[in-house]
């Protein structure tokens, strides 16, 4: 049990580490102390099941008999749920492709799932596939619910997505049953700042924003560098190994055969390389468009993380807006954030402190892109402005060729994550671990929120 003890606190220390690197610096309630514990020790542990637009949770197991294309109903599109077991997004969408002989491109999804859970979603291929899928023999990843449709899924197309998670080797001797009530009640009440979790980043190697920074800049080597020879203690000893070897020898040829095939990207940059000496700029470019835009999208992700961890450090709250502040209004439907926003500090605000009280409308901060006006946010332009002195970054990086052809538009988040039905399935012994408790929770997050944000916040 000592033992066991060590290597969750060694794991705990390198996860908050990581944290801290992606901007993750603060908690809604310092003063509450967390329940400690586990989470992702089993995938079997950690179950996340897509919510449709229309507010259906998808079932694991859920199938039905599928229809025939038809003329008629001008279907276009083969559509099924998708569950996979301890996978990654990308591998299980690259390996169906590589199934059915067609363009990864080709398969449309609403959002990534995380690879350590059992997940089940949506997704779309152009064209009738019916028969292939149902033949899909395929370990850990099955294929249900088979539907020809007019429609594809598009990407954020879902409302967001249902968590059932067990935390582990819970100290029984701290944590009561009415203490873990008590602090979920003031996460439902109050909410927790709704940061980008480390999956965002990348959890074993929280990299993903410096590659986009660098990359917009256009510091094609430093990318190469970070990419393929920095190493970070919470990855396997193995790959660390790897890296090491090429930064030391340079021996592209020797890294090609020795890095594994799991790390495709670096393989693909190395192999390049081989090619064409020195050309880190081509090696970069060699990546797919959907890397890219992931590593720019990181970068974005990383600046507001930054801006709310540095407003609680400030003290100002994230519950009730200051002067300055950018209010929107959620819609009647999903409760989603619109573009009817005003500025707090004039005629309307006791009408915007009343419809945030009620969950009808919430402090907003930008995700910055081409068409983001920074004027309309007077608050968080003046957090942005200290962020980019801090991390010594010209702003004119958001004008970047590449923020145009990858159509980084900007958005707005709200700054306060609030899960719905948050609550307890049970509170037990832990059958895998003796002398230690088990607490089961299930609750739905909107789309784009993290599920281990909230977890972080439970377990501190």
């Not at 033992?3 to 580490?17: D, F, G, L, Q, V």
């Not at 049953?177 to 439902?188: D, G, L, V």
């Not at 004039?346 to 068409?371: E, H, M, S, T, W």
Request: include cysteine.
């Amino acid at each position: 049990m000592e033992e066991n003890s060590k290597h969750n606190n060694y794991y705990t220390r390198i996860e908050r580490e990581n944290e801290e690197i992606v901007g993750i610096e603060s908690y809604a309630n310092p003063d509450l102390t967390g329940i400690g514990g586990v989470y992702k020790d089993s995938y079997k542990d950690f179950i996340v099941k897509e919510i449709t637009s229309e507010g259906k949770i998808l079932e694991i197991k859920e199938d039905s008999s599928s229809l025939s294309f038809s003329e008629e109903l001008k279907d276009k599109y083969t559509t099924f749920n998708l569950i996979k077991i301890n996978k990654d997004s990308f591998d299980a969408l690259r390996t169906i492709s590589k199934a059915l002989k067609i363009p990864f491109d080709s398969i449309r999804y609403s959002g990534l799932k995380d690879k350590c859970s059992i997940s089940v979603q949506r997704a779309s291929i152009k064209g009738n596939y019916i028969n292939e899928l149902r033949n899909l023999k395929i370990k850990d990843i099955f294929i249900r619910n088979i539907t020809p449709t007019r429609k594809s899924v598009k990407l954020g197309s879902n409302w967001g997505n249902n968590f059932i998670i067990s935390i582990r080797k819970i100290e029984k001797e701290y944590n009561s049953e009415e203490k873990i009530k008590q602090i979920i009640q003031r996460i439902t009440r109050y909410g927790i700042p709704n940061y980008y979790g480390l999956q965002r980043f990348g959890t074993f190697r929280p990299n993903s924003h410096l590659l986009g920074r660098w990359l917009l800049e256009k510091e094609y080597k430093k990318v190469y560098d970070e990419f393929v020879l920095r190493t970070y203690s919470s990855e396997s000893l193995e790959a660390q190994q790897f890296r090491r070897d090429l930064s030391e020898d340079g021996d592209l040829e020797k890294a090609y055969n020795a890095f594994s095939k799991g790390l495709i990207y670096e393989r693909m940059m190395i192999r390049y390389l081989m090619k064409h000496t020195d050309n880190y700029e081509g090696a970069i470019n060699i990546l797919p468009p959907y890397i890219i835009k992931l590593l720019i999208s990181s970068f974005q992700s990383y600046i507001y993380n930054k801006m709310v961890s540095l407003r609680i450090k400030e003290g100002i709250s994230l519950l009730k807006p200051k002067e300055g502040d950018v209010i929107s209004i959620f819609d009647e439907d999903g409760g989603n954030i619109t573009q009817t926003k005003y500025i707090y500090g004039g005629f309307y605000d006791q009408y915007l402190i009343k419809a945030i009280d009620l969950n009808r409308a919430a402090i907003v901060v930008p995700l910055i892109g081409y068409d983001t006006k920074l004027k309309e946010f007077p608050l968080m332009k003046n957090l942005l402005n200290k962020v980019m002195e801090e991390e010594n970054i010209d702003q004119k990086i958001f004008t970047s060729e590449l923020i145009n052809q990858y159509d980084f538009k900007g958005s707005l988040r709200p700054i306060i994550l609030k899960p719905k039905g948050l609550e307890i399935l049970e509170y037990t012994e832990d059958e895998m671990y003796p002398d230690t408790m088990k607490l089961k929770i299930e609750f739905s997050l909107q789309k784009g929120s993290y599920a281990t944000i909230l977890l972080r916040e439970l377990i501190k």
